[in-house]
C-alpha cells in the first residue's frame, strides 16, 4: 500500500522572501557549476546553498554539507525559512510549451511517503543508480536531518480522480506563483498548500491501495531515504511507525495526466580518439546488416523520418556532417545480444543504440564509451548538431522519446532501462517545501 501523510512543511517565510522565482532552483542533478553560480548571484537565500553547495577548501567540521546545515539553520532562526503551523498536503501545477508548440499544464501533489523497498512492490525504479550521488544525498540528510529535494513518482489513475478531487480546491484558492529562472525559465509554476481535511483524507484515501509507483526522477534520493530510515532504525529501535525518518519528500503525478511529457535524450558520441572505434562511412557500413539505413538530404528529412517510427522497428536519427535514419530490421537482434533482458528492455531505442550501435559497431566498451569522456547526453539537439559541425564530436544520434508504455512495461517487468532513457519535463523544482525527518510525521 502507498502511505502518504500530511506534514508541517518547511518553506520560504513571504514576509522575508517576496518573490519565490529568486530562491527555487532546479534539483541538484540538474546543475551545473554554470548554473549553480547563477544560482548563488540571484539570492543569498537561494536554496541551492544548503541543496547542492558550492565546494570550498575543506577545513575540520566545514565542508559543503556542514554549511548547509548552517544556511539552514540559520534561515530558520532569522525567519527566512518556517514550517507551517499545520500538518497539510501540497499542489502544484506547471504550465510549459513542449518542442512542437503545444501548450500543456501538468497537476502534482506534494506529501510524505512511507518509504518502502522495491522488493515490495509499491514504488518501483526504472533506471539504474550510482553509488557517488547517493553518498552524496546521505551525507547532506545526515548533516540537515530533512528532505530537500523532490522525488518525482508516477502512480496509476486511469480516471485522475485524484486531480479531479484537487479541481475545486485549486480554483477556490490563489497559488504562489514561481518561476525557476536558470535552467527552465519558461515554466511557470503555481502552489498552493491545501489545508482541507476532508480532501486529504480523500486523497490520502484514494492513494493508500496503489501499488505499482514509478520514480520518475529521484532514484538516487529513494536510495537515500532507504539508507537513512535503516541508520535511524538502528540508533532509534523503539521509535513509532510515525517516526519522521520513515518518510520521505515525494511529489505525485498521475500515470494519465494529460501533461505528462517525456523528452528524448539524444547521445553525442567523440569516439575517433578510442583505439579500434569506427566512425564516419564505416560506421553506417558497418550497421548495414542490422539496420536499415536511409541517406536524407536534410535535418527536416531526417527528422520526418524518425517520427514515423514504430515500435517493432526502433528508428533513430544519425549526423556526422551528413544525414541518416537507421532503422532496426528485427528485434531477434536484440535477443540474441541481450538475452537476460525481457522484449520491453530490447525494444527500447536507448537499449538498441547501445547494444547494437555504440558496443558492438563502434566498439565503445560500456568501461570506456558510455562516460563523460565519450558520450554525452542531451536534451538540447540543436547542441549536438552544432558540436559536429564545430569538429568537437564525430556524430549525434537523435532519439525518438521513450513512451510510457514502454517505462511501465519495464518496471512490472522488474527491468531497470538504460541511463538517460527518460527525460520528465518539467523537473520538480527544490525550494518550494522541504520536509524535516526528525519528530513524528505530522508534528
Known sequence: MAIIRSFRGIRYNPRKVTDLSQVVAQPYDRIGKTQQAAYYQQHPNNI???????????EPNNNVYTRA???????????????????????????????????????????????????????????????????????????????????????PDSENRINTLLQPYLERHDPVPARELVIEPAVEQRFWAVDDAALIEAITAEMQPKRNLVIADGHHRYETALNYRAEM???????????????????????????????????????????????????????????????????AAMEALLRQATPEHPRFGFYDGSFATLTLRTLEAMAQLAPEHVPAWRALD??????????????????????????????????????????????????????????????????????????????????????????????
Not at 48 to 58: H, K, L, M, W
Not at 129 to 148: E, H, I, M, V
Not at 377 to 389: E, I, K, M, Q, W
Open 350 to 443: 536507448v537499449a538498441v543504440l547501445h547494444k547494437m550501435v555504440l558496443e558492438r559497431v563502434m566498439g565503445l566498451s560500456t568501461s570506456s564509451g558510455h562516460d563523460a569522456d565519450h558520450v554525452s547526453y542531451l536534451r538540447d539537439v540543436n547542441a549536438g548538431y552544432a558540436a559536429v559541425d564545430q569538429g568537437e564530436a564525430d556524430c549525434l544520434f537523435v532519439l525518438n522519446a521513450t513512451r510510457m508504455e514502454q517505462v511501465n512495461a519495464c518496471t512490472q517487468a522488474g527491468e531497470k532501462m538504460p541511463q538517460k532513457s527518460t527525460d520528465f519535463y518539467p523537473k520538480m523544482i527544490g525550494g518550494l517545501v522541504a520536509l524535516s525527518l526528525t519528530g513524528k510525521i505530522g508534528e
Open 69 to 155: 546545515r548552517e544556511y539552514a539553520q540559520a534561515w530558520l532562526a532569522e525567519g527566512v525559512l518556517s514550517r507551517d503551523d499545520h500538518a497539510v498536503l501540497y499542489a502544484l501545477e506547471q504550465t510549459f510549451a513542449t518542442p512542437d508548440g503545444q501548450t500543456r499544464t501538468r497537476r502534482a501533489f506534494t506529501a510524505a511517503l512511507q518509504v518502502t523497498p522495491f522488493e515490495e512492490g509499491v514504488i518501483l525504479p526504472h533506471e539504474r543508480t550510482f553509488s557517488g550521488p547517493k553518498s552524496d544525498r546521505l551525507n547532506l540528510t545526515r548533516a540537515t536531518q530533512t528532505a530537500w529535494g523532490h522525488i518525482f513518482i508516477l502512480y
Open 233 to 299: 532504525r538502528d540508533q532509534h529501535p523503539n521509535a513509532p511507525a510515525a517516526a519522521a525518518f520513515n518518510f520521505t519528500l515525494a511529489t505525485f503525478v498521475s500515470m494519465s495526466d494529460p501533461g505528462l511529457v517525456i523528452l528524448p535524450t539524444h547521445r553525442l558520441v567523440r569516439g575517433a580518439n578510442v583505439p579500434g572505434t569506427v566512425t564516419g562511412a564505416a560506421l553506417l557500413a558497418g550497421l548495414a546488416d542490422g539496420f536499415e539505413v536511409a541517406r536524407c538530404g536534410s535535418r
Open 48 to 58: 541551492v546553498r544548503i541543496d547542492y553547495g558550492q565546494s570550498e577548501p575543506d
